[in-house]
């Protein structure tokens, strides 16, 4: 199965997939590539800007409620370059790359839209600490976030089919909540419904939840959404656990 990562610039599409194979224990394994091998994508152990689409195939071993299963995925990741669609700059200058996108985007079984947090819902504090600012571009104001967040809607419509998994990830958790909290919460469940688990990840989606039933209507396969963050592994390997079962 392949996935593909979409997400505008420096939301952590990357570090999303590096963080996750950094570490063996967890429910979640990479089994190949090594962290090692995914050091390329790193400079003095900082995630470099993605500037070219690397596509890597990925062994892991997932634990789903006791039941091992291994899992060969095609990770897809992309520069967020590639989805400022407002100029298509990107696009015009990498035609073949583009097109190779598309290509995949229509083929993979899941469609991963990874998104930084809006400025209100951030934690002042959890964001001084991390050494950012809450002015910071990528922390787009509400209303600004929800024409984005539009703007994806718009595009999967056009773009994804109807029996693709869709997957909003609400990434850099770490900066609007307690991420040690929901981690304990999550481990004390011996499996994860997946459809409680919506309705309880919901209301942060809440200035955006309209979009969601109103886009997921008629499609075969609904949504699922996440908050995610590489600072937390519970919460960097919900989503595999999801695509795993
Ligand atoms: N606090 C916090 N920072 C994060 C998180 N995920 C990523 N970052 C930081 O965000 C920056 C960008 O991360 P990348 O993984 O390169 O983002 P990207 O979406 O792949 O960026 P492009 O490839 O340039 O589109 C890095 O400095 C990361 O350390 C997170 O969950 N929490
Ligand atoms: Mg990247």
Redesign the pocket.
């Known amino acids: 199965m392949s996935v593909i990562v979409m997400g505008d610039q420096a939301v952590g ?2 570090t999303l997939m590096l963080e996750l194979a950094k570490s063996n224990r967890g429910d979640v394994q990479v089994i190949e590539p090594s962290y090692e091998d995914l050091e390329r994508f790193t400079i003095g152990g900082q ?1 470099m ?2 500037d070219s689409i690397s596509s890597i195939t990925m062994q892991l071993l997932v634990n789903l409620s006791g039941n091992f299963k291994e899992i060969k995925v095609d990770w897809i ?1 992309s ?2 370059e590639a989805w400022r669609a407002e100029d298509s700059r990107w696009r015009k200058a990498n035609p073949r790359d583009w097109n190779f996108l598309s290509t995949s985007l229509h083929n993979a079984k899941f469609l991963m839209i990874v998104m930084a947090p809006y400025r209100e819902l951030l934690n002042e504090n959890l964001v001084g600490n991390d050494g950012l600012s809450i002015q910071d571009i990528r922390f787009r104001k509400q209303t600004q976030w929800k024409n984005r967040f539009q703007e994806w809607i718009s595009f999967l419509e056009n773009n994804a089919r109807n029996n693709q998994y869709v997957i909003f990830c609400l990434n850099m958790a770490d900066l609007f909540c307690d991420v040690q909290q929901i981690s304990d919460a999550l481990q004390q469940e011996e499996s994860i419904n997946w459809i409680k688990h919506k309705i309880n990840v919901l209301p942060i989606f809440d200035n955006v939840r309209e979009l969601i039933y109103r886009f997921e209507k008629n499609r075969i396969v609904k949504t699922q959404v996440f908050i995610t963050t590489y600072k937390a592994r519970p919460l960097l390997e919900l989503p595999w656990l999801y695509m795993g079962t």
């Open positions: 599409k990357t995630v800007p993605t990741d520069p967020g």
